[in-house]
T-cell receptor, first 116, second 111 residues
Framework: NAGVTQTPKFQVLKTGQSMTLQCAQD?????MYWYRQDPGMGLRLIYY???????DKGEVPNGYNVSRLNKREFSLRLESAAPSQTSVYFC???????????????FGPGTRLTVT | QKEVEQDPGPLSVPEGAIVSLNCTYS??????FMWYRQYSRKGPELLMY????GNKEDGRFTAQVDKSSKYISLFIRDSQPSDSATYLC???????????FGKGTSLLVTP
């Protein structure tokens, strides 16, 4: 099993450009998450999808949109990138929402995004 | 103010030392307490979790929760250079809620 995969690994964008970060998991998990990690700020939740067909805002959703394409895939879109969105983006998945295993989140390797 | 506070370090110790990593939290509704380990340029991975108060031991690692003082600790015995990583504490009110992460403490174990 590959676990959680993310593409691309690195990306440089100019201000105003758009892009989509892709995430896929092969563990048959119901819940998926997008985080950003910044120095001094830790991991902050952008959006999550408790189950296929649902998405909810996290702590820092502004400037982002998400799509839960199917049970395996959860994408994050930046419509008009800004330098403040320079960060490392992590996708994660977990077994159940509302069950007992949500705390065990499996993370992907991250996407390092720079917006100039 | 974040709901989970964690000293970012860095913390540098010699090989074989006992390491103590700590977090405090503000919401008494938190029930699940976790420690994630993150190696450089990798995603975090779950190291240990505890439910409510008490201790949990796994090899050289012990997780401790004191709900009365809202204090979470991770102890590493006989620390090894391979333990060098960033350790993030995390809390959750109940299963089904998103995790609240601390900022992470960077640990360096020198040979």
């Amino acid at each position: 099993n590959a676990g959680v995969t993310q593409t691309p690994k690195f990306q440089v964008l100019k201000t105003g450009q758009s892009m989509t970060l892709q995430c896929a998991q092969d563990m048959n998990h119901n819940s998926m998450y997008w985080y950003r990690q910044d120095p001094g700020m830790g991991l902050r939740l952008i959006y999550y999808s408790a189950s296929e067909g649902t998405t909810d805002k996290g702590e820092v959703p502004n400037g982002y949109n998400v799509s839960r394409l199917n049970k395996r895939e959860f994408s994050l879109r930046l419509e008009s990138a800004a330098p403040s969105q320079t960060s490392v983006y992590f996708c994660a998945s977990s077994e159940l929402a509302g069950g007992l295993l949500t705390y065990e989140q499996y993370f992907g390797p991250g996407t390092r995004l720079t917006v100039t | 103010q974040k709901e989970v506070e964690q000293d970012p370090g860095p913390l540098s110790v010699p090989e074989g030392a006992i390491v103590s990593l700590n977090c405090t939290y503000s919401n008494s509704a938190f029930q699940y307490f976790m420690w994630y380990r993150q190696y450089s340029r990798k995603g975090p991975e779950l190291l240990m979790y505890t439910y409510s108060s008490g201790n949990k031991e796994d090899g050289r690692f012990t997780a401790q929760v004191d709900k009365s003082s809202k204090y979470i600790s991770l102890f590493i015995r006989d620390s090894q250079p391979s333990d060098s990583a960033t350790y993030l504490c995390a809390t959750s009110r109940n299963s089904g809620y998103a995790l609240n992460f601390g900022k992470g403490t960077s640990l360096l174990v020198t040979p």
